[in-house]
């Protein structure tokens, strides 16, 4: 008997998969478990398996379609036998195949979304007055400004004011391609690419996120000059550059540290409660081509800066290839994005709900510093958490950011 393969959730806020590549061509034979294609999830690529023994008898979708979960993509079965009952006569309906990518400009740049379908023009009012054969056009003063703002030919409209005169409703009636065309751009002047799964789950998310949660951000300034020293007396002794400890591997440990002391700030808002953890697991913000990630790094608190180090630098690894599984990337307690990188001396980030806070890590600077009365040259590192107030209060926050500051002006109790 012929077996559905349905889209499958492959991750836990999955709603939709665009399927990458058929690893099976109809007419091969599958066996359940084997790996039949490949599904960008709204978090990585996965595998989607068969579920059945048999043939594949028909791929319903084609390599590059988006398709909601639970909906049929192809059917398993054995040779010769008829499937029309499951695929209706015809294949499931799928949006088109995804336009190639334009280039990137930088490792985190954001693509540009395809637009939304025109508007439909709003009806113009019942039997409004023509616009003269001849002579001048009558308009109020403001629709002429604005219909020259906007590049409309007042002649082409007909106005409902009196006399016939065109008021401002009446630009806002007019047809989209009125207004349209002053503005449209040369053919092979833009490039239009639809949504990656995981650029629609960063704009949904954070569009949950800015809005309804109450953010209030902190700012603190760490003296860098001890966790410098540190970091290199520590890389001196690794071995090699796969062993090299780096500032975001301390800065990690040392926030895994502060929020076992302030376990107020390693929190999730649950609505009608707050779920206070006893166990740090930090989410790492790692860009990738499409967006972002944030790959976990769980018990952190217990682990030393050299294993952060290598599973940090694994995790960033497989994101990037899109290869981490559901696990490896849900159930963080606390975030910490770092664009130190970039040259990026100051921002502020966007909490991750459930988490009730994030710590934006800006870059290490030198700069004059005064010293027992003397200007002496310093580095200096600026921190800013972002807080959800229904879960941690300004003072919270403040106790969290001095403890983290105290560990990084002095990280020998934090290094092993």
């Known amino acids: 008997m012929a077996s559905k393969?349905?889209?499958?959730?492959?991750?836990?806020?999955?709603?939709?998969?665009?399927?990458?590549?058929?690893?099976?061509?109809?007419?091969?034979?599958?066996?359940?478990?084997?790996?039949?294609?490949?599904?960008?999830?709204?978090?990585?690529v996965m595998e989607l398996v068969a579920r059945a023994e048999g043939v594949l008898l028909k791929q319903l979708v084609p390599a590059g379609a988006t398709v909601a979960v639970a909906k049929l993509v192809g059917v398993i079965g054995q040779p010769g036998e008829d499937i029309s009952a499951l695929t209706g006569g015809g294949p499931a309906p799928a949006a088109p195949p995804r336009a190639a990518p334009a280039p990137a400009v930088a490792q985190a740049a954001q693509l540009p979304s395809s637009p939304a379908?025109?508007?439909?023009?709003?009806?113009?009012?019942?039997?409004?007055?023509?616009?003269?054969?001849?002579?001048?056009?009558?308009?109020?003063?403001?629709?002429?400004?604005?219909?020259?703002?906007?590049?409309?030919?007042?002649?082409?409209?007909?106005?409902?004011?009196?006399?016939?005169?065109?008021?401002?409703?009446?630009?806002?009636?007019?047809?989209?391609?009125?207004?349209?065309?002053?503005?449209?751009?040369?053919?092979?002047?833009?490039?239009?690419?639809?949504?990656?799964?995981?650029?629609?789950?960063?704009?949904?998310?954070?569009?949950?996120?800015?809005?309804?949660?109450?953010?209030?951000?902190?700012?603190?300034?760490?003296e860098m000059e001890r966790t410098w020293e540190a970091r290199e007396e520590l890389n001196r002794r690794g071995s090699g550059d796969a062993g090299k400890i780096s500032f975001n591997d301390i800065i990690l440990k040392a926030t895994a540290a502060a929020l076992k002391a302030h376990p107020a700030c390693n929190a999730w808002w649950q609505d009608d409660r707050i779920r206070y953890w006893n166990e740090v697991h930090l989410s790492v913000a790692v860009a990738v081509e499409d967006g972002l990630i944030t790959p976990v790094v769980r018990n952190a608190d217990r682990k030393s800066l050299r294993e952060i180090s290598a599973e940090v630098k694994d995790l960033a690894g497989r994101a990037r290839e899109r290869r981490l599984k559901p696990e490896e990337y849900t159930g963080g307690t606390f975030s910490v994005s770092n664009l130190g990188m970039f040259d990026i001396e100051h921002f502020t980030a966007i909490?991750?709900?459930?988490?009730?806070?994030?710590?934006?890590?800006?870059?290490?600077?030198?700069?004059?510093?005064?010293?027992?009365?003397?200007?002496?040259?310093?580095?200096?590192?600026?921190?800013?958490?972002?807080?959800?107030?229904?879960?941690?209060?300004?003072?919270?926050?403040?106790?969290?950011?001095?403890?983290?500051?105290?560990?990084?002006?002095?990280?020998?109790?934090?290094?092993?």
């Open 117 to 222: 379908a025109p508007p439909t023009p709003a009806p113009l009012p019942p039997s409004p007055a023509a616009p003269p054969q001849g002579g001048r056009t009558k308009a109020s003063p403001l629709a002429r400004k604005v219909a020259k703002e906007r590049g409309l030919d007042l002649g082409a409209l007909a106005g409902s004011g009196p006399e016939g005169r065109i008021v401002l409703r009446d630009l806002d009636r007019a047809p989209a391609t009125s207004a349209a065309m002053p503005v449209t751009a040369a053919a092979g002047s833009y490039q239009d690419v639809p949504l990656s799964q995981i650029r629609k789950t960063i704009a949904r998310r954070l569009a949950q996120s800015i809005g309804p949660i109450p953010t209030f951000y902190l700012t603190t300034e760490v």
């Open 5 to 44: 393969v349905l889209m499958e959730a492959l991750s836990p806020t999955m709603e939709e998969g665009r399927l990458v590549e058929w690893k099976k061509n109809e007419g091969d034979a599958v066996r359940p478990g084997d790996v039949i294609a490949e599904v960008e999830t709204d978090k990585a």
């Open 351 to 416: 909490i991750n709900p459930p988490e009730a806070g994030i710590l934006a890590v800006g870059s290490i600077v030198e700069q004059a510093v005064v010293r027992a009365g003397a200007v002496v040259p310093g580095r200096r590192l600026r921190l800013t958490m972002s807080c959800d107030h229904r879960v941690i209060d300004g003072a919270t926050g403040a106790a969290f950011l001095r403890t983290l500051k105290g560990m990084l002006e002095n990280p020998l109790a934090i290094v092993y």
